[in-house]
T-cell receptor, first 117, second 113 residues
Framework: GAVVSQHPSRVICKSGTSVKIECRSL??????MFWYRQFPKQSLMLMAT?????????EQGVEKDKFLINHASLTLSTLTVTSAHPEDSSFYIC?????????????FGQGTRLTVV | DQQVKQNSPSLSVQEGRISILNCDYT??????FLWYKKYPAEGPTFLIS?????DKNEDGRFTVFLNKSAKHLSLHIVPSQPGDSAVYFC????????????FGKGTSLLVTP
């Protein structure tokens, strides 16, 4: 099946610094990728839809200046958490669909555990 | 506003028996439904899906049933195996929204030997 790779899997950063998370589709091209966030014992909440070559679409309540998304190629989307604070500590997950093959299911990356100290 | 609800946070089933995980949704625009399996600190793994034009889809030990009138779907695992122990997420999407997924809160399944 399609593979989505996310890096890093775990990162600890100091408050006020920025962290970049990469999401790659390894064996297919994805014009659209999705970024989710999961708090402990909560569901995965969609943060934004990343569109290749254009601006990301953010869900209500998600600060676009804080969570910068770049989708510069058909296989790579990045999420940068800027000026991170402890409340940004969470599990971030990206997903992508193999739109060329027309598969409807989304494949997920391994997730990134962000801890801001 | 939670549009996809999994009201059972946990379920314990004996090995060999049937596991039934339930999911309800409120948005009648949803036309595609998926089940994912997730281990801690990992991304979800796709299990099975169903389109709103069907009421049943089967893949090996996994069967998903959809009752559109009740806005309810369920995942049946039979026979259940200890390796099935994980958190199961129900998700729903609208095709013309680009398939962004709305997730339930998950049900933690424990299959005991």
């Amino acid at each position: 099946g399609a593979v989505v790779s996310q890096h890093p899997s775990r990162v600890i950063c100091k408050s006020g610094t920025s962290v970049k998370i990469e999401c790659r589709s390894l064996d297919f091209q994805a014009t659209t990728m999705f970024w989710y966030r999961q708090f402990p014992k909560q569901s995965l909440m969609l943060m934004a839809t990343s569109n290749e070559g254009s601006k990301a679409t953010y869900e209500q309540g998600v600060e676009k200046d804080k969570f910068l998304i770049n989708h510069a190629s058909l296989t790579l989307s990045t999420l940068t958490v800027t000026s991170a604070h402890p409340e940004d500590s969470s599990f971030y997950i990206c997903s992508a669909r193999d739109q060329v093959r027309g598969l409807s299911e989304a494949f997920f990356g391994q997730g990134t555990r962000l801890t801001v100290v | 506003d939670q549009q996809v609800k999994q009201n059972s946070p946990s379920l314990s089933v004996q090995e060999g028996r049937i596991s039934i995980l339930n999911c309800d949704y409120t948005n009648s625009m949803f036309d595609y439904f998926l089940w994912y399996k997730k281990y801690p600190a990992e991304g979800p793994t796709f299990l099975i899906s169903i389109s709103s034009i069907k009421d049943k889809n089967e893949d090996g030990r996994f069967t998903v049933f959809l009752n559109k009138s009740a806005k309810h779907l369920s995942l049946h695992i039979v026979p259940s195996q200890p390796g099935d122990s994980a958190v199961y997420f129900c998700a729903a999407s609208v095709a013309n929204s680009g398939y962004a997924l709305n997730f339930g809160k998950g049900t933690s399944l424990l299959v005991t030997p």
